[in-house]
């Protein structure tokens, strides 16, 4: 028994704690050792909100089989236990997730490891700090209490929603670190319902638009680009995190994580290879970021703003 894994439990559905309880010791029939537990936190349901609480865990096990294998094996329980998925996000009886395979990085189709969520759910990350503090995140490379903190942190943030027309702003605060949801074929209703229910502060240009029912929106003046950056770091007092300047994709708003410059060796010129020693990737997009011209451009542009601002 030498792998070492982490498990993500989720129940919303019934009896929940029993719900819970059957899927470990079904875990242990299948000769996986449970060698550590968190406790059970409630949460509220994060994707789909007409749902009740679910009750989360995370779970150490030990086991010989491979992450195929216990793939398998978790499908299976979850079958056993008739989870009902006729909402994604929505109601579950019981849900397993492998959150991590020891150092393992597994990318394919039916198989990512570590789970790709991990980073934005303090429900998972909250008792995986409890049970393995110390545990390296293999693609972060950060401990799983450093993540609970930058999460934290990161939650605080303003969080912004951009209308079609703002395509490149999103693009800028993505660039400094903030969480924009952006997505030109977003109808209004979709950026009012987007709005109300998470809370992301809308960023439009159309002041009918802005002044809708439910929403929380701020209406931007300016025309032109550094005005409006302008505009918004100013009426939502607003600063920039040094260091979360390139700390998220441009083009889709995920995380992005280090990667070894030898990793990315053949898929880079040479010229960026010798010139530069840290690379970053984004994950869903599978492009690569170095700090070359546009990294220069947005620092600049970073530091005119931030000359403004003060
Ligand atoms: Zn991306």
Redesign the pocket.
Known sequence: MNNRCFLGLGSNLGDKKENLRKAKELLIQKNIKIINESTIYETKPMYYSEQDNFLNQVIEVKTDYQPDELLEIISEIEKKLKRVRKIKYGPRTIDIDILFYGDKIIMRENLIIPHHRIIEREFVLEPLCEIAGDFIHPEHRKTMCELKEELIRENRKTKFLCDAMLGDIAEWLRLTGFFVFYNPDADDNELVRLSSEKGYILLTRDKELSKRKNINALYIESKEFKGTIREIFKKLKLSIDEKDIFSR?P??G?KLIDIDKDEVKLFIPIRIYEEHDKFKM?R??E?IYWKGEKYKNLYNQYLEIKDILE
Do not use: L, M
């Open positions: 994709c083009i889709c995920e984004c869903k997009c492009k």
